[in-house]
């Protein structure tokens, strides 16, 4: 029996994410792989793997959207694409219908979204040219820390004494970073103050509204920085079930909405 | 999958004679200066032309030569040569790209022209600091370079209303540099040929505010892109003849393209206003971007800082001290506001972008508020693109197309 799916691909710089949705809205299938050099391999390779996820096949893919760095790289899947921000904004739209600013932390640019209570976008912000506070970032400090990237968020909640980094630049904090440990100064001190620079670097970009979502791969694998981020704005912060999938579905829903208004 | 076709933007007829009308303007200078027929003097975009050519000077403008370097991508690899003699890469890239190009004996104009093999070297200098510091000290190396003087006026800054205070000092200003320059020139200033050039510079810039305003109608017979490429007589040759009849054929085309109901985009479906400088290294690729999205840039501060209404036949010095502070460069952001505001609702603009130039502060206005003042009280949503003008180095394209779109996804929810 055919079972119609939509598709939403979402290639970043960093990670490619999928997401397969039915009529329903309902996401029956993901896949998150690292992008890679080759985003067309990588994003059929999770196609297929959400597909299985979803008991379904390409040949029931009713319509897909691409969106990301890479979303003009997967027209073996699809031609159509939306940008990362229309995606966010769909995606986290469908899980918290109301007046939201989406904080959104990637592999190579943070953005910061906000939208109307009928999900209409008031506003965008995206990092300027520069990695700091982004994904990256992170990346970039664990290997001058020589820590794998997932042990982060465990040593960062470990720390006692936050160690705050002062620079804007990348390199500049990794030198600070490199400072503090010569002054031995705790790994777990120095890594909660590269959490806390994240933060920071976002909430600069723009004031957030009441209601803040939160999405993107460092919040998925670094549940403290959003504890931290709640800290620093004063209230709770609201999280999709999977927050690095937000934009994959959002281009997922895209799909099925297009395809409503094309047959409509 | 059908091939989408993608929407470009029309080309200008007119275009083949301004080519020519620069690539003359470009000769005489090579001539004046090669032969020494004529004195040359170099003016910053804004400086007192009229006053040089009253004198019989042939005009050059540096600031014209760095967009060249910029338009043709040779910028970013002579800059590091400026940088590397103490002039910051954080300063006006007009001034290390063109300081870079005068280190490594490289022009476009010997590219574009054949046979001229530098540019024009001067007789003098002449600077007016109403656009920025930076143009003095661009002059000033190239004084000590050439050992030629470089002289000019001193405006003030971030005026909101400019009054008769203001006026007074800088027609002093102006008039204290006749002496140098007659002495130069080895002539003395007749007045009525002042007055006459005044009044050719007016009647230039009446033509060019017309050229611009034709973008009123809808679909807009120009983009902005057109204004950047066909401002470059009002630049260089206000106060000619020639810069006057280039508008009139101009200005008849684009009336002709409203008659037709001819856009410069087809199916215009977003009309944007540009604030800032353009990024000269990518004018086609951002054309074409926003072409293919049909959405026309089709006003600008930038284009528009060339008209000057205050130019006066009757009162030379007053009038052309009033033009040259009347500038939206010299303006406080409360002057600024006010004006934006009025240029969005003249061209029906339903969104705008600041270009925030890394490198330009003076030409950068989204770093006090004034988008987030500007929005709040129109309700026209806004843009800063992060770029530079000359240097590419701090252009990301990816970002740029990513926010552009996002950008038009947005006004097209809003509708």
């Known amino acids: 029996m055919s079972k119609p799916v939509y598709v939403g691909l979402d290639i970043g710089s960093s990670r490619t994410k999928v997401a397969v949705v039915d009529s329903e809205r309902r996401l029956l299938g993901h896949a998150v792989k690292k992008s ?11 196609l297929d793997a959400s597909l299985e996820m979803a008991g379904a096949t390409r040949g029931e893919i009713v319509n897909a959207v691409s969106t990301g ?13 939306k940008t990362e921000i229309g995606c966010l904004a769909k995606g986290c739209y ?10 959104d932390i990637g592999g190579q640019d943070n953005k910061v979204i906000k939208l109307e209570p009928d999900g209409r976008r008031n506003s965008f912000k995206m990092n300027r040219k520069c990695a700091a506070g982004t994904g990256a970032f992170l990346e970039e400090m664990s290997f001058r820390l020589d820590i794998p990237l997932e042990e982060m968020n465990g040593l960062a909640r470990q ?19 490199l400072e503090h440990i010569r002054h031995g100064k705790k790994v777990a001190d120095i890594v909660k103050g590269i959490f806390y620079s994240v933060i920071k670097r976002v909430l600069e970009m723009d004031s957030p509204t009441e209601r803040v979502v939160m999405t993107g791969g460092v919040v998925a694998h670094n549940p403290y920085i959003v ?24 281009a997922a829903l895209y799909a099925l909405e297009e395809k409503g208004e094309a047959n409509g | 999958m059908a091939e989408e076709k993608l929407t470009m933007r029309k080309k200008i007829q007119a275009a083949d004679r301004m080519n020519r009308i620069m690539a003359d303007y470009f000769y005489g200078l090579d001539e004046a200066a090669t032969t020494g027929k004529r004195k040359v003097a170099w003016c910053t975009s804004v400086g007192p032309a009229e006053l040089l050519r009253a004198l019989g000077y042939d005009v050059y403008f540096p600031e014209n030569h760095a967009a060249m370097l910029g338009a043709t991508r040779m910028s970013t690899d002579l800059i590091p040569a400026a940088n590397a003699i103490g ?23 010997s590219k574009a022209y054949k046979g001229i093999e530098s540019v024009p070297k001067p007789d003098v200098l002449v ?9 003095q000290d661009w002059f000033a190396w190239y004084s000590r370079r050439f050992g030629v003087p470089s002289i000019g006026v001193t405006s003030p800054k971030n005026v909101n209303d400019v009054t008769e205070a203001h006026v007074d000092d800088v027609s002093r200003q102006i008039q204290a540099l006749v002496p140098t320059l007659e002495e130069i020139a080895g002539t003395k200033l007749d007045m009525d040929r002042l007055r006459e050039t005044v009044s050719l510079s007016r009647e230039c810039t009446e033509l060019w505010k017309q050229v611009l305003e034709t973008a009123t109608a809808a679909p807009s017979p120009l983009t902005f892109f057109d204004g950047t490429i066909h401002m470059g007589p009002a630049v260089v040759l206000r106060g000619t003849r020639v810069a006057i009849d280039y508008y009139k054929e101009l200005l008849a085309e684009l009336t002709q393209r409203i008659r037709d109901g001819v856009g410069a985009v087809d199916d215009e479906s977003s009309r944007l206003y540009w604030e800032g400088m353009p990024v000269w290294g990518r004018l086609r690729q951002h054309s074409e971007l926003f072409s293919h999205l049909k959405a026309s840039v089709l006003a600008s501060t930038y284009c528009s800082s060339w008209i000057f209404p205050a130019f006066d036949a009757q009162d030379p010095f007053r009038s052309m001290a009033k033009a040259y502070l009347e500038l939206f460069i010299v303006r406080a952001d409360r002057y600024k506001e006010t004006y934006l505001k009025g240029m969005l609702e003249k061209f029906r603009i339903d969104g705008i972008i600041y270009h925030d130039a890394k490198t330009c502060p003076y030409n950068s206005n989204s770093r006090y508020g004034l988008p987030q003042r500007v929005e709040a009280e129109t309700g026209i949503p806004s843009l800063v693109l992060s770029g530079d003008l000359n240097d590419l180095r701090c252009v990301s394209d990816e970002q740029t197309k990513t926010n552009v779109e996002a950008f038009l996804e947005q006004i097209a929810e809003g509708r």
Do not use: W
Request: some cysteine.
């Open chain 1, 94 to 103: 469908n899980r918290f219908p109301e007046a939201i600013t989406i904080i």
């Open chain 1, 159 to 177: 720390s006692r004494e936050m160690v705050k980094l002062g620079s804007y630049c990348t390199v500049f904090s990794a030198t600070e970073v």
């Open chain 2, 127 to 135: 600077f007016n600091t109403n656009q920025c510091r930076d143009v």
């Open chain 1, 36 to 46: 890679g050099t080759d985003f067309s391999v990588t994003a059929g390779v999770c």
């Open chain 2, 87 to 109: 002039y910051s890469p954080d300063i006006c890239s007009y001034l290390t790209a063109d300081i870079g190009a005068c280190l490594k004996g490289i022009t476009p104009l």
């Open chain 1, 69 to 81: 760095y890479g979303r003009s790289n997967v027209a073996f899947v699809t031609g159509q694409h």
């Open chain 1, 227 to 250: 504890e931290m981020a709640e800290e620093m704005i004063g209230r709770s912060v609201l999280l999709p079930e999977l927050p690095q999938l937000a934009g994959a579905i959002g």
